[in-house]
C-alpha cells in the first residue's frame, strides 16, 4: 500500500494540514508571515493581510496559495504588499504563504487554515450623497448610497446616523436607521427637525452601517463612520448679527428657542420675549439663545424678541403665536340671480392671525373640480364666497377648506341650486291706481329665473295699522319687471305696500321687503247716510234735525255737507245744505208735518238718503223707569208694544264739563226690547236721563222715561238730620234728602246709628262702638224716626249714613242727652220718707203703750240688780261670752256696790250701753284728738273686768273703777281727759262686739291712724247707716260740742244696741251732694250696673 | 384741532412766479408754513406715540432708545441744535426741504407696512397718512419759500424705503425710526420757521 506514490502524496498533505491546524506555523524564519487576518465587505471575497518582518531584504514577494477544500488543487497568487484578496469560502480555507527573496527563493513558508468563523463581515463605508437644510422647518435632509448591489441578494442593513452641532462636536442625536438591501444600488434618505434655529449653530452629520447576514457565522462588524459632513452654508458665522426664527408663527402653547447671533467683539447683554428676560444659552461663541415655553396668542403685530448688544447693537424677531383655523361652520350656499352661487360660513374660533398669516378659504367643487379662492375680511363675522353656476347643473357638492401657517380643516355641503334661490330684493318697487279700490303694483327682480316660478307677498299696511297679506305666483324671467294688483281696496284710504318674493317650488327664504310705498285710493260717495233724530220745539213751530257724522269707513271721502230737505207727500217742500262740521239744523214746519230726508255729499257723490217723520204722537201717563248700572254701561229694559213697526230710539242729552249737553241718540229695530247703552263720555256716579221714543206708522211716540247710572256709588255727603224731640226714653229724629247730584245711585235707604257716648269721647266711627244700635231704614219716603227704650238724663251720640247699590256714604253724627225722669225721682223720695214716717209712727205708739214697762225694764227708780239686764249684760261681758246675747239678765250677786263721788267737776256720764259710732263707723278722716272720745269705764262688778282695766300704766291717772247709774234720759258725755285713758291693746275680733267694749277698741284704733282694712277686720257688725250720716253735727248733742269724732243722737230713736239715729236729720237730707249727672233716681230704681 | 389744507398746485403755480412776490406775500407764506409747522409738531408727537402703542415691547416701553439707524434717502438731523440755528436761512431751508422732499414717501411705506402687521390699529393708518400729507404739504410750502427767496432747491427724493423689509421686526424698527425722525424734522422746521418769520415780519 505504501508504494502507491499517489497513496503516499496524500498521507504527506493530510500530515502537514494537520500540522497547520495545530501550529501557528513557524519555521523560525524572521521572514515568515504570521497574524493573518481577514475581513469581507461583500461576502465574496476578503482581504487577508499579514505581518512579516522584511527589514533585511528588500524586494520580498509572497506567494499565497489556498485551497478552499481537498479535491481542488491550491491556486497560488504573486504578492509585493502583505495582502491579498482571495474569495470567501464556505467552511474553511487553507492558505500557504511563502516568503520569496528577489530571486525567487523561498525564505520562509507559512500556512494558515481559515474558518470562516475568523473572517469579519464590515460594509464599505457609506458616502452621504447629499445634506441639505430647510432652515423654517428647522429640517435636516440626508441622502446616501445603500450599496446594495455589492451583495447578490436581499439583506437586512442599520443605520447610524449622528448629528453633531458647535463647534465641539457635542452629539445631538444618534439615530438607528433600517433598511433592506436589494442587491442593487438604492439613495436611501432620511430627515431629521431641530428644535433650534439650524442658524443658530453649526451642524455636522456622519453615518455608518451594519450588515445583518443570517448565514454568515464570522464576525458582523459596523463599517467606518462616513466622512463627516457640515450643515451647507451655515458652517460661517453670520456677517450682521441677527436673531432666529424670523417671522415664524406657532401655535399657541408651542416651546419655541430663539438664538441671536452677534459679530465678533460684541456680547449678549440680555434676551427678552416681549417684556420678560430669559437666561441664554450658549451655543457657542458668536451665538446664544433662549428658550420660552408655551407661549400665548401674541398680538396682530406679532409677539417681538430681541436682544441687545454691547456695545451697542438691537437685534430682534417676530413670533406670532396663534391657532390653526376652525372648522368653517354654518356652510350654507344658496344662489340669488342664479348666476353665482354664495356660500356664507362663519369662521369659527378666531385664528389670532392676520393678514398674510391669516386663513385662507378655497371652495372645491366636486362634480365640476373646480374651485375658488375666497376672499375674505378676517375681522367679519360671516364670511361669503361666490362660485358661478354652470348650465345644465343643478347639484353641486362643495367642499371649503381653510388653511392657515398653522394647519387647515373643512366643511362640505351639497345642494340642489333650484332649491336654494334666495332672491334679491325687489327693486324699483311703484303703486299706482286708477280706482277708489285697486291698486297696481310693479317690481323688478334681478336674476335669470325662467326655470322656476315666483311666488311674492304683498304686504297691505292701512292708516288704522290694520295688515293684510296678499300672495301672487308668477313665471319667472331674466331680468324682468313683475306685476300684480290688488283689489278690494276702501274708497279714500291711505295704504303702504311692500313685497318680497322667493321660489314657489322650493321655498328656501323670502327676500328682503322691498321698500314701503304709500298710496291713497280715490274718493267714492258716502256707503250709507247719516243717523239722523229730530226734535220739536215746545211750541212744535219749529224741528231741529241732528245727524250724527259719518264713520271715516263711510264716509268713502272727505263730508263737505249735508242737503236737509223736507218731504210732504214726495213733494220737496224745502231743502237746504248745511255745510260741516254743522250737525243739526232748524226746520220751521209752519204746522205742517212732513218727511225730513238727510244726505251727506262729499266730492264723489252723495249718500242714500235718511228719512224721519217729524209727527210726534201724543203720549200718556209716561212713567219713568230705573236703569241698571252695568259698571261699564247702562241697561235699558222696556216692554215690547206692538204698535211700534219702525224701531225705538233712546235720546238722551249728555253734559261733559261746562259745555251744554249734547243731543245723542241709539236706534234699536222693533223686536228690541233691551239694551246696554255705552259711551265714553258716560261717567260713574253721574246720573243720565234717557227717553225711549216708539216709531209707529204715522210718528214717533214718546214711551218711557229712564234715568240711570253707568256706575254706582256711594252717596257724596251724608244725610242733613236733626233731633226734633227728646224725651227721658225717646229721641226724634229728622232727616232730609241728599241732593240728586250727591247721592251717585238711586238711593236705598239709610242706617241710623245711636249709642251712649259723650261728646268729648275720643271714638271717631261708629264701628268702634261696641254698644251701638242700628236701624236700616229702607223706607225712602220716611223722614223721621223715634228711637225708643233709651235711659233718661243720658248722652247719645246718633249717627246717620245714606246707602245706593255703590256702597254706603260718609256718616253725619251729633250728640243728644235724654231728659230726667222725674217721677222716678219723687218715687225714690216718697217712698222711705213715707216708711220712716210709718216706722216713727208705730214705734211711738209701741212704745207709748208700753211706757211703764220700759221704764220698769230699763229704767227703774229703783234697778233691781235682778232684773236689770244692763248688769247681765256685765256679767256676760266679765265671762267672756261673745254669744249675740244683749242685755241677758243672768243673776248675778253683786259683791257691793259702793257709790263715789267723783273728783270731776262735770259729771262723768258712765253709760254701759253707750258706745261710741265712730268705733262701728268711718273714722273721723282728720284724724284729730281721737282721745277725746268717750272713755268708758266700767267700774261695776264683775272682777274681770275690773282686772282688765286696773293695769293702766303708770303714768296714767287712776281710772274709777266706781259704777255711776244715771239717768238715759239727762246723761251726757263728758269730756274726758286723753291722759286718763288706759292703753289697751288692739284686738282683732270678728263677730259681734258689745257696744261698752267698742269704744275701748276704738279709741285704740283711732290712736293708730285707723285704715278701712283695719275697720273691716275689727268690726263684724255694721251700723245701720254710713256714718258720713251721722257725722253731721246735732245741735241736740253735748258731744258734738266737745268732738267730731262722736256722735250722740239722744233725741232720736236708736236701735237698742246702738245710739244712733234711724232717721237721719232733716237738714242732712236737704242736701244731697250730686257728684255725678249720670246718676239718678231713675238709675237707682233701674239699678244698670252701667249707670 | 386746526386743520390746515395745502393746495400743492397753488404752491408749485406760485413757486414759478415767485419773482413777482412781494415782500408782503413772501411773510404770508412763511407764516402759513410756521402754522403748519406747529402742526406738524403736535401731530409728529402723537403719531409716534400712536406707533409705539401697536408695536408691542420693547418699542412700547418709556424708555425705549434703540441705536440710531440710517433710513435710505432719509436726512438724519445730525447738525447740533446749536449749529443748526448758526446755519443761514437758506441752508436750513435747504436742509428741510430735502427731508420733507422723502418723508412722505417713507411715511407712506410706513403705513403700509403696518398694514400688513395692524391691520386693526386703523387710527394709526390714518395718522400715518395724514402725516404724510402733512409733509408734503410742508414740502411744497418750503419749495414756495424757496423759490421765492430765489434759493437753489434740493436734489430729487427717493421716496420709499425701497424693497419690503426683510422681518417684521425690521419693520417695526425702521418704522419707529422713520416716526422718530418725522418728529425730529418737525421740531426742526418749527424752530427753523419761526426763525425766518422774524425775519420777514408782516
Not at chain 1, 494537520?18 to 506555523?25: K, P, R
Not at chain 1, 261710741?916 to 273714722?923: K, Q
Request: hydrophobic fraction near 35%.
Amino acid at each position: 500500500m505504501w508504494d502507491n506514490p499517489s497513496l503516499r502524496c496524500l498521507l504527506a498533505i493530510a500530515f502537514l494540514h494537520l500540522l497547520g491546524l495545530i501550529y501557528s506555523q513557524e519555521t523560525g524564519f524572521p521572514e515568515a508571515p504570521e497574524n493573518l487576518k481577514c475581513i469581507t465587505h461583500d461576502l465574496n471575497r476578503m482581504i487577508c493581510s499579514w505581518d512579516a518582518t522584511s527589514s533585511a531584504n528588500l524586494g520580498l514577494t509572497y506567494k499565497i496559495c489556498y485551497t478552499n477544500s481537498e479535491p481542488f488543487s491550491p491556486v497560488c497568487i504573486e504578492t509585493e504588499g502583505k495582502r491579498a484578496d482571495i474569495p470567501v469560502t464556505i467552511g474553511s480555507t487553507n492558505i500557504q504563504i511563502t516568503t520569496l527573496n528577489a530571486s525567487g527563493t523561498p525564505l520562509a513558508t507559512e500556512t494558515f487554515v481559515l474558518p470562516e468563523e475568523n473572517v469579519s463581515l464590515i460594509p464599505l463605508t457609506p458616502q452621504i450623497l447629499n445634506l441639505s437644510a430647510d432652515f423654517s422647518t428647522y429640517t435636516l435632509y440626508l441622502k446616501w448610497n445603500d450599496s446594495g448591489s455589492v451583495f447578490q441578494y436581499e439583506l437586512d442593513a442599520s443605520w447610524q446616523i449622528q448629528i453633531l452641532h458647535k463647534e465641539t462636536l457635542e452629539t445631538v442625536a444618534l439615530i438607528n436607521y433600517d433598511s433592506k438591501l436589494t442587491g442593487k444600488d438604492s439613495i436611501l434618505s432620511w430627515d431629521w427637525t431641530s428644535d433650534i434655529p439650524l442658524e443658530c449653530t453649526s451642524y455636522y452629520v456622519k453615518i455608518r452601517c451594519y450588515i445583518n447576514e443570517p448565514y454568515f457565522t464570522g464576525r458582523k462588524e459596523w463599517s467606518e463612520w462616513s466622512p463627516i459632513r457640515t450643515v451647507p452654508e451655515k458652517d460661517t458665522k453670520p456677517n450682521s448679527p441677527m436673531v432666529f426664527p424670523q417671522d415664524k408663527v406657532v401655535l399657541v402653547g408651542s416651546n419655541v428657542t430663539f438664538c441671536c447671533l452677534y459679530n465678533e467683539g460684541e456680547s449678549i447683554k440680555f434676551m427678552k420675549y416681549g417684556s420678560k428676560s430669559y437666561p441664554l444659552l450658549r451655543l457657542n461663541k458668536w451665538s446664544s439663545a433662549i428658550k420660552v415655553q408655551n407661549v400665548s396668542a401674541s398680538i396682530s403685530s406679532g409677539t417681538n424678541v430681541w436682544c441687545l448688544l454691547e456695545p451697542d447693537g438691537l437685534e430682534g424677531t417676530v413670533l406670532f403665536v396663534g391657532y390653526a383655523p376652525d372648522t368653517p361652520q354654518n356652510l350654507s350656499c344658496e344662489t340669488h340671480t342664479f348666476i353665482n352661487i354664495t356660500c356664507s360660513w362663519k369662521p369659527g374660533r378666531a385664528t389670532e392671525l392676520y393678514t398674510q398669516r391669516q386663513t385662507k378659504y378655497i371652495l372645491f367643487e366636486r362634480i365640476s373640480k373646480e374651485n375658488v379662492t375666497c376672499e375674505v375680511d378676517e375681522l367679519k363675522p360671516e364670511h361669503h364666497c361666490n362660485f358661478s353656476v354652470h348650465a345644465n347643473q343643478k347639484i353641486y357638492n362643495f367642499t371649503l377648506g381653510a388653511s392657515n401657517p398653522l394647519g387647515q380643516a373643512e366643511s362640505s355641503l351639497l345642494i340642489d341650486v333650484t332649491q336654494r334661490v334666495h332672491l334679491e330684493t325687489p327693486d324699483k318697487f311703484t303703486v299706482s291706481t286708477n280706482s277708489s279700490t285697486n291698486a297696481h303694483l310693479s317690481w323688478y327682480i334681478p336674476g335669470n329665473f325662467i326655470q322656476i316660478r315666483l311666488l311674492c307677498q304683498i304686504e297691505i299696511n292701512n292708516s288704522n295699522s290694520e295688515q293684510q297679506l296678499q300672495s301672487v305666483s308668477m313665471a319667472g324671467a331674466e331680468n324682468s319687471n313683475y306685476r300684480a294688483w290688488v283689489d278690494a281696496l276702501h274708497p279714500y284710504a291711505t295704504y303702504t305696500f311692500r313685497v318680497r318674493c322667493s321660489a314657489s317650488e322650493h321655498f328656501w327664504r323670502w327676500s328682503e321687503w322691498s321698500e314701503g310705498k304709500k298710496l291713497t285710493t280715490l274718493e267714492a260717495p258716502p256707503a250709507r247716510g247719516p243717523d239722523i233724530w229730530r226734535e220739536r220745539s215746545p211750541v212744535g213751530e219749529t224741528l231741529t234735525v241732528f245727524w250724527k257724522p259719518l264713520l271715516l269707513s263711510e264716509a268713502n271721502g272727505i263730508i263737505l255737507s249735508h242737503e236737509v230737505s223736507c218731504y210732504s207727500r214726495e213733494i220737496m217742500l224745502k231743502a237746504h245744505e248745511v255745510p260741516v262740521p254743522l250737525n243739526s239744523t232748524e226746520i220751521k214746519l209752519g204746522g205742517n208735518d212732513c218727511l225730513i230726508s238727510v244726505v251727506a255729499k262729499n266730492r264723489a257723490g252723495s249718500s242714500p238718503p235718511s228719512r224721519i217723520t217729524s209727527m210726534d204722537l201724543p203720549s200718556d201717563n209716561v212713567k219713568t223707569e230705573l236703569a241698571i248700572a252695568t259698571g261699564n254701561g247702562i241697561y235699558i229694559s222696556w216692554p215690547s208694544d206692538p204698535n211700534v213697526t219702525c224701531g225705538y230710539t233712546l235720546k238722551c242729552c249728555i253734559s261733559s264739563g261746562s259745555e251744554p249737553c249734547k243731543v245723542d241718540w241709539e236706534m234699536f229695530p222693533s223686536n228690541a226690547t233691551d239694551a246696554v247703552i255705552k259711551s265714553a263720555l258716560f261717567q260713574p256716579g253721574v246720573r243720565y236721563n234717557f227717553s225711549l221714543y216708539g216709531c209707529k206708522h204715522s210718528g214717533y211716540q214718546l214711551l218711557q222715561n229712564i234715568t240711570g247710572y253707568m256706575k254706582e256709588l256711594p252717596p257724596k255727603v251724608a244725610p242733613n238730620f236733626t233731633v226734633e224731640e227728646t224725651s227721658s226714653d225717646s229721641i226724634l229724629v229728622k232727616w232730609e234728602d241728599i241732593p240728586v247730584e250727591d247721592c251717585q245711585g238711586f238711593l236705598k235707604g239709610y242706617i241710623l246709628y245711636f249709642a251712649k257716648g259723650e261728646k268729648s269721647s275720643s271714638k271717631t266711627s261708629f264701628t268702634d262702638e261696641e254698644n251701638k244700635t242700628e236701624k236700616n231704614i229702607t223706607d225712602l219716603t220716611k223722614k223721621s224716626l223715634r228711637i225708643l227704650d233709651l235711659q233718661g238724663k243720658t248722652s247719645y251720640r246718633l249717627g246717620l249714613r245714606a246707602y245706593t247699590v255703590g256702597g254706603i256714604g260718609p256718616l253725619k253724627d251729633l250728640y243728644v242727652v235724654t231728659k230726667e225722669n222725674s217721677v222716678g225721682l219723687i218715687i225714690a223720695i216718697l217712698i222711705p220718707v213715707a216708711v220712716a214716717v210709718v216706722l216713727g209712727v208705730v214705734t211711738s205708739i209701741l212704745c207709748y203703750q208700753k211706757r211703764e214697762w220700759i221704764k220698769e225694764t230699763f229704767y227703774p227708780d229703783i234697778p233691781n240688780p235682778e232684773n236689770s239686764k244692763a248688769l247681765q249684760f256685765q256679767k256676760n261681758i266679765c265671762e267672756g261670752n261673745t254669744a249675740l246675747k244683749t242685755l241677758e239678765m243672768n243673776p248675778c250677786t253683786p259683791n257691793c256696790v259702793e257709790v263715789v263721788e267723783t273728783q270731776s267737776t262735770v259729771l262723768k256720764i258712765e253709760d254701759t250701753e253707750i258706745i261710741s259710732p265712730v268705733a262701728d263707723s268711718e273714722l273721723p278722716e282728720d284724724g284729730s284728738d281721737p282721745e277725746t272720745g268717750s272713755h268708758v269705764v266700767v267700774s261695776y262688778c264683775p272682777p274681770i273686768i275690773e282686772e282688765e282695766i286696773s293695769s293702766p300704766p303708770i303714768d296714767e291717772p287712776v281710772g274709777s273703777s266706781q259704777v255711776i247709774y244715771i239717768d238715759i234720759q239727762s246723761m251726757y258725755q263728758p269730756q274726758v281727759n286723753p291722759e286718763e285713758e288706759p292703753e289697751i291693746n288692739f284686738v282683732t275680733t270678728a263677730g259681734y262686739k258689745p257696744q261698752m267694749q267698742l269704744p275701748i277698741n276704738a279709741m285704740k284704733m283711732e290712736s293708730h291712724s285707723p285704715t278701712e282694712e283695719d275697720l273691716d277686720k275689727t268690726v263684724g257688725y255694721r251700723p245701720q247707716a254710713n256714718t258720713n250720716v251721722w257725722k253731721l253735727d246735732s245741735p241736740d248733742s253735748p258731744i258734738s260740742i266737745q268732738s267730731n269724732n262722736e256722735n250722740g243722737s239722744f233725741g232720736s230713736p236708736c236701735s237698742i244696741n246702738s245710739r244712733q239715729f234711724l232717721i237721719p236729720p232733716k237738714d242732712y237730707e236737704d242736701s244731697p251732694t250730686h257728684n255725678n249727672t249720670g246718676w239718678s233716681f231713675t238709675n237707682f230704681f233701674q239699678n244698670k250696673p252701667n249707670d | 384741532m386746526e386743520v390746515l389744507t395745502v393746495d400743492r398746485a397753488n404752491l408749485l403755480s406760485s413757486t414759478s412766479s415767485s419773482s413777482s412776490l412781494s415782500q408782503q406775500e413772501v411773510a404770508t407764506k412763511i407764516k402759513q408754513t410756521h402754522r403748519l409747522t406747529v402742526l406738524l409738531k403736535h401731530c409728529s408727537e402723537q403719531l409716534l406715540a400712536e406707533y409705539v402703542r401697536h408695536q408691542g415691547e420693547p418699542f412700547s416701553s418709556p424708555d425705549f432708545q434703540p441705536p440710531a439707524m440710517a433710513v435710505p434717502g432719509l436726512p438724519s438731523p445730525s447738525v447740533p441744535p446749536e449749529a443748526w440755528l448758526a446755519l443761514s436761512d437758506g441752508k436750513r431751508l435747504w436742509h428741510l426741504a430735502a427731508a420733507y422732499a422723502t418723508l412722505p414717501g417713507l411715511l407712506g411705506s410706513v403705513r403700509r407696512q403696518q398694514a400688513e402687521l395692524n391691520p386693526l390699529a386703523s387710527e394709526l393708518h390714518r395718522q400715518l397718512e395724514a402725516a404724510a400729507r402733512q409733509c408734503l404739504g410742508l414740502a411744497g410750502n418750503l419749495e414756495g419759500i424757496m423759490g421765492a427767496l430765489e434759493l437753489p432747491g434740493p436734489p430729487p427724493p427717493s421716496s420709499s424705503l425701497g424693497g419690503p423689509p426683510t422681518s417684521a421686526f425690521l419693520a417695526k424698527l425702521t418704522g419707529y425710526h422713520v416716526c422718530r425722525l418725522h418728529r425730529d424734522w418737525a421740531m426742526r422746521s418749527h424752530e427753523a420757521l419761526g426763525l425766518l418769520r422774524t425775519k420777514y415780519p408782516l
